[in-house]
């Protein structure tokens, strides 16, 4: 069981669709993140929220927009993406982002763009 | 600047032989480490941490790990592998003001 949910579990886009991705944590956290694994390279982390408010943009691409209408969801918006765009989108969480504290990781987001 | 290396990409193993993964790390300050695994098509799963109390961290499923200061090394070792530990392990430092860092993992294979 995990206390991070997200979904859809996979999901297949044209390049100019446009769809979210969304996250859920049931833990009572305040920090969420969202992660980029490609194959063959280390995770990548994309956006940092912390108590509702961004405080990490890792210069990602403006074709992903994120949102966190609270603490408990997260959004990562999708527009116009690229084949390179392809990956497993991983969502965590953690109490609220300081460094000691564990994150908790959603099973992810296949993602596959024609 | 924070930066893990895990030395070796692919480990394989003998089912009910010792397990060895390393992970060294490169930190200003001092670090929290982590390690998680991941299985086929399934999130992280957190498996330890070290946070500056205990040098020998216990973790889940049978799993240790060591932080070794002067060696600035964190391996993770098991002394009797199960099928089930078959995955991708990664190993992760975090410092004060800093995200964390993932090594690039270290697929373990285990044989029957």
């Known amino acids: 069981e995990t206390g991070v949910t997200q979904t859809p579990r996979h999901l297949v886009m044209g390049m100019t669709n446009k769809k979210s991705l969304k996250c859920e944590q049931h833990?009572?956290?305040?920090?969420m993140y969202w992660y980029k694994q490609s194959a063959k390279k280390p995770l990548e982390l994309m956006f940092v929220?912390?108590?509702?408010?961004?405080?990490e943009n890792n210069s990602v691409p403006s074709r992903f927009s994120p949102e966190c209408p609270n603490s408990s969801h997260l959004f990562l918006h999708l527009h116009t993406l690229q084949p390179e765009d392809s990956a497993l989108y991983l969502c965590?969480?953690?109490?609220?982002?300081?460094?000691?504290?564990?994150?908790?990781f959603g099973d992810g987001t296949r993602l596959s763009i024609l | 600047a924070q930066s893990v290396t895990q030395l070796d990409s692919h480990v394989s193993v003998s089912e009910g032989t010792p397990v060895l993964l390393r992970c060294n790390y490169s930190?200003?300050?001092?670090?929290?480490l982590f390690w998680y695994v991941q299985h086929p098509n399934k999130g992280l799963q957190l498996l330890l941490k070290y946070t500056s109390a205990a040098t020998l961290v216990k973790g889940i499923n049978g799993f240790e790990a060591e932080f070794k200061k002067s060696e600035t090394s964190f391996h993770l070792t098991k002394p009797s592998a199960h099928m089930s530990d078959a995955a991708e392990y990664f190993c992760v430092v975090s410092e004060e003001g800093q995200n964390f860092v993932f090594g690039p993992g270290t697929r373990l294979s285990v044989l029957p």
């Open positions: 965590a969480s953690s109490q609220d982002g300081k460094v000691n504290q564990p994150q908790h």
């Open positions: 930190s200003s300050y001092s670090p929290s």
């Open positions: 833990l009572g956290h305040n920090a």
């Open positions: 929220y912390n108590f509702k408010e961004q405080t």
